[in-house]
């Protein structure tokens, strides 16, 4: 069953429930019927959020960080590019960059109501684009 399809009649669920997951998920762009990350963490609290990425030597193929209310990113201190996804509320892609190298910053749109970050090069194998429909998928 194509991906769309069954997220169809649990969409709403599947939105409301994603913000604060405590375990890994995965995203799926709905709009491709693909995988875009997984598994897929979540920074809640201040600390994840103050951490995020900081001190690790990189991210594995395919693997993310969303950060809930969150609208402007920064990859000071880092060792490697990420993509970013910025997203709305209802997880429909707002703004997208690649590439984005060390010692950067990147800011969403006045829309934008969180950020995944995903290992550089995703968005080039996995394509996603401002309009696409994202969903966060308990494993």
Do not use: W
């Not at 402007?72 to 910025?86: A, E, L, N, R």
């Amino acid at each position: 069953m194509p991906i769309n399809e069954h997220f169809e009649s649990n969409f709403n669920a599947v939105l409301s429930s994603a913000i604060v997951f405590q375990q890994p998920v995965k995203v799926v762009n709905l709009m491709t019927d693909q995988v875009l990350a997984h598994p897929v963490y979540c920074a809640t609290s201040f600390c994840q959020r103050m951490q995020g990425l900081l001190g690790r030597s990189m991210m594995t193929d395919g693997e993310g960080l969303y950060i809930p209310k969150c609208k402007s990113i920064h990859t000071f201190f880092m060792k490697f590019s990420i993509d970013i996804v910025f997203v709305d509320k209802k997880y429909k892609v707002k703004k997208v960059i690649t590439g984005l190298k060390p010692f950067r910053f990147a800011c969403g749109s006045y829309k934008t109501a969180g950020t995944l970050e995903l290992a550089g090069q995703t968005i080039n194998k996995r394509p996603c684009r401002p309009g696409d429909q994202l969903a966060f998928v308990k494993i």
